[in-house]
């Protein structure tokens, strides 16, 4: 499902193909897991051991005939992404990551700006949804800036299953975060 590629802020967006899965899978673990992710302020790293990610589950959301992986480019460089999902009346919204050492200047507002103006104007999405880790709560309040709501509804962490990570604490869980669009 791809789509011309636009322009903002120097940045060009495009959907992602099954050639960037390797470099995408090195971004979203660069940004989430091991001693790499520290140079950011997105970093799981205390919580979560293991991986983030893998190419099977990069592979699904780049195929994903109801879906998108858009990858953020800065002069041909990968520099950003997320997963945008349609689902019926909303866009699911996941697998953001920034480069570490780019994080922290306004390029993760860029790029979820550029989700969701793609996921009203392309899909007609009356919302956003996104599940957080609640231990995030300085990534909770990043997005509730950016106008999403906590909704409290909650879903347990896939403790055993390694594809989502090695926990280090026994209280993990998701909440569920909707913003309206458009």
């Keep these: 499902m791809n789509t ?9 967006y495009r ?5 960037d899965v390797e470099p995408l899978v ?9 001693d790499a992710s520290r140079a950011g302020w997105t970093t799981e790293a205390d919580i ?11 592979t699904a959301v780049v195929r994903n005939a109801d879906g998108r992986m858009m990858v953020a480019e800065r002069d041909g460089e990968l520099i950003a992404c997320c997963q ?21 200047g306004g390029l993760g507002k860029m790029v979820l700006a550029e989700a969701e103006r793609f996921a009203a104007a392309e899909w007609a999405a009356r919302e956003m949804h996104m599940t957080v880790i609640t231990a995030r709560e300085e990534l909770i309040a990043w997005y509730e800036r950016r106008g999403y709501a906590r909704t409290g509804r909650r879903t347990p962490f896939p403790y055993g299953d390694e594809r989502f990570g090695v926990p280090r604490r026994p209280d993990l869980e998701f ?8």
């Design 4 to 12: 011309p590629a636009t322009r903002t802020a120097a940045l060009t």
């Design 15 to 19: 959907g992602a193909t099954e050639a």
């Design 26 to 34: 090195a971004l979203i673990e660069s940004a989430y897991r091991g």
């Design 48 to 58: 979560l051991g293991g991986q983030r990610t893998d190419p099977e589950g990069v």
């Design 84 to 104: 945008l999902e349609r689902r019926g009346d909303h866009a699911y919204f996941g697998m953001f990551a920034v480069r570490p050492g780019q994080q922290g």
């Design 175 to 182: 909440e569920l975060l909707v913003k309206p669009l458009g």
